[in-house]
């Protein structure tokens, strides 16, 4: 599973990497967490607002730091 997390870098992008991996790990799961930082990349895929979230190509939150719970519920 590849979750993306959308953003210029800043602490709450951090925060949301971290929360992702805490998810995957209480999940069981191997995630590759990947970090995009390129505005272009982060605008191709309709995100406006950082940070984003998505999971395997797919936009799943935007504009909010979830928890490691919430990422759960979306794996």
Do not use: H
Not at 9 to 18: D, P, R
Not at 35 to 50: H, N, P
Not at 55 to 71: E, M, Q, T, Y
């Amino acid at each position: 599973m590849k979750i993306q997390i959308l953003g210029p870098g800043c602490a709450n992008c951090e925060k949301l990497a971290k929360n992702a991996a805490e998810a995957c790990k209480a999940r069981g799961l191997e995630c590759e967490i990947v970090k995009v930082t390129d505005m272009k990349d982060i605008l191709s895929m309709g995100v406006m607002q950082t940070p984003g979230l998505a999971v395997d190509g797919k936009v799943k939150s935007v504009g909010r730091v979830l928890s490691a719970a919430d990422i759960e519920k979306l794996l």
